[in-house]
């Protein structure tokens, strides 16, 4: 009869296999061909390929930020899973051709397990490394260019209010713009969306409504979106309010062709965050839903393909 592993035996053994494929430098594909998959998304249980009707396991990991850039997908992945002030967070580099994933290759590794979203911007990958406050730069190949630091500095166990948890970040058409989490902070405040200019020196800063917001994202009118992640919102930059799930948490939101696709999750402390439920819910233009998927693990970052 085969025995049945309890939480804490099944996140060892998680934690475990995340340390050997760090050591080893391999990334733990699983299924390469995305078939009709429209969208990829990050949890921590695994990397994801979603459709209109179901979710394929990719890659067994804790994963977060995720973006593309022309046949490539660059993620970040978190090999120390709950032990996150050990240094095992790592940039890893997949090609995508055909709907096929080929060629994983570990740009980068020893960066802080806590890092959130990346962006392209400006040829330069850009990693929001949250704990320190800053932002890493790295070329398409791996190679740090250098550290910006826009903010005061700060770590995550500051008490004097500068820390602000920055988990997203994009390119707008004139400048950059990061998103301050900002419940962690003391005291808490509302969240707020923070825009730099090239040089990432600051210029404006809007405080939002809600606190602990998460991600940035663009329609097609090039409007901004953020989840306001505890009232189960997606909010405009017009003023527009979404509610999206009555009950659970939004964090993970992009704009596709025809639908938007927003994660949701049960909200619970970080020890147990990787054994929580989770899906993505998909609205249509009207922002409608009209397809709910389940995920094995809460959703962090979303692209689409």
């Given at each position: 009869?085969?025995?049945?592993?309890?939480?804490?035996?099944?996140?060892?053994?998680?934690?475990?296999?995340?340390?050997?494929?760090?050591?080893?430098?391999?990334?733990?594909?699983?299924?390469?061909?995305?078939?009709?998959?429209?969208?990829?998304?990050?949890?921590?249980?695994?990397?994801?390929?979603?459709?209109?009707?179901?979710?394929?396991?990719?890659?067994?990991?804790?994963?977060?930020?995720?973006?593309?850039?022309?046949?490539?997908?660059?993620?970040?992945?978190?090999?120390?899973?709950?032990?996150?002030?050990?240094?095992?967070?790592?940039?890893?580099?997949?090609?995508?051709?055909?709907?096929?994933?080929?060629?994983?290759?570990?740009?980068?590794?020893?960066?802080?397990?806590?890092?959130?979203?990346?962006?392209?911007?400006d040829d330069l990958l850009c990693v929001l490394d949250t704990a320190n406050?800053?932002?890493?730069?790295?070329?398409?190949?791996?190679?740090?260019?250098?550290?910006?630091?826009?903010?005061?500095?700060?770590?995550?166990?500051?008490?004097?209010?500068?820390?602000?948890?920055?988990?997203?970040?994009?390119?707008?058409?004139?400048?950059?713009?990061?998103?301050?989490?900002?419940?962690?902070?003391?005291?808490?405040?509302?969240?707020?969306?923070?825009?730099?200019?090239?040089?990432?020196?600051?210029?404006?800063?809007?405080?939002?409504?809600?606190?602990g917001c998460h991600d940035i994202a663009h329609d097609a009118d090039g409007?901004?979106?953020?989840?306001?992640?505890?009232?189960?919102?997606?909010?405009?930059?017009?003023?527009?309010?979404?509610?999206?799930?009555?009950?659970?948490?939004?964090?993970?939101?992009?704009?596709?062709?025809?639908?938007?696709?927003?994660?949701?999750?049960?909200?619970?402390?970080?020890?147990?965050?990787?054994?929580?439920?989770?899906?993505?819910?998909?609205?249509?233009?009207?922002?409608?839903?009209v397809a709910e998927v389940q995920l094995d693990g809460p959703p962090a970052?979303?692209?689409?393909?």
């Amino acid at each position: 009869m085969a025995r049945i592993f309890d939480q804490d035996e099944r996140s060892a053994v998680r934690m475990a296999l995340a340390r050997e494929s760090y050591r080893d430098g391999t990334m733990r594909l699983v299924e390469p061909e995305l078939a009709r998959a429209r969208w990829l998304v990050s949890t921590q249980n695994g990397l994801f390929a979603v459709s209109d009707n179901r979710a394929l396991l990719v890659a067994h990991g804790w994963f977060f930020g995720l973006c593309r850039h022309g046949n490539r997908v660059f993620m970040f992945e978190n090999c120390a899973r709950r032990d996150r002030f050990r240094p095992m967070g790592r940039l890893i580099a997949v090609d995508l051709v055909d709907g096929i994933l080929s060629n994983p290759v570990v740009l980068a590794q020893g960066l802080d397990a806590s890092c959130h979203q990346i962006a392209m911007i400006d040829d330069l990958l850009c990693v929001l490394d949250t704990a320190n406050q800053c932002v890493l730069r790295f070329t398409d190949r791996g190679q740090l260019v250098d550290v910006q630091r826009p903010f005061r500095p700060a770590l995550a166990d500051d008490t004097n209010g500068n820390y602000m948890h920055i988990n997203a970040i994009t390119a707008l058409p004139d400048g950059i713009a990061i998103l301050a989490h900002n419940e962690k902070r003391a005291p808490p405040r509302c969240s707020e969306l923070i825009v730099l200019d090239w040089r990432w020196n600051e210029t404006g800063r809007e405080k939002l409504t809600d606190k602990g917001c998460h991600d940035i994202a663009h329609d097609a009118d090039g409007l901004l979106w953020h989840c306001a992640s505890m009232t189960g919102e997606i909010i405009c930059s017009d003023g527009r309010r979404v509610q999206v799930t009555p009950d659970r948490m939004t964090r993970g939101l992009a704009f596709g062709d025809d639908c938007i696709l927003v994660g949701a999750s049960v909200f619970g402390p970080r020890s147990i965050r990787d054994v929580l439920p989770g899906s993505v819910i998909m609205l249509d233009r009207s922002f409608r839903p009209v397809a709910e998927v389940q995920l094995d693990g809460p959703p962090a970052d979303i692209i689409a393909l």
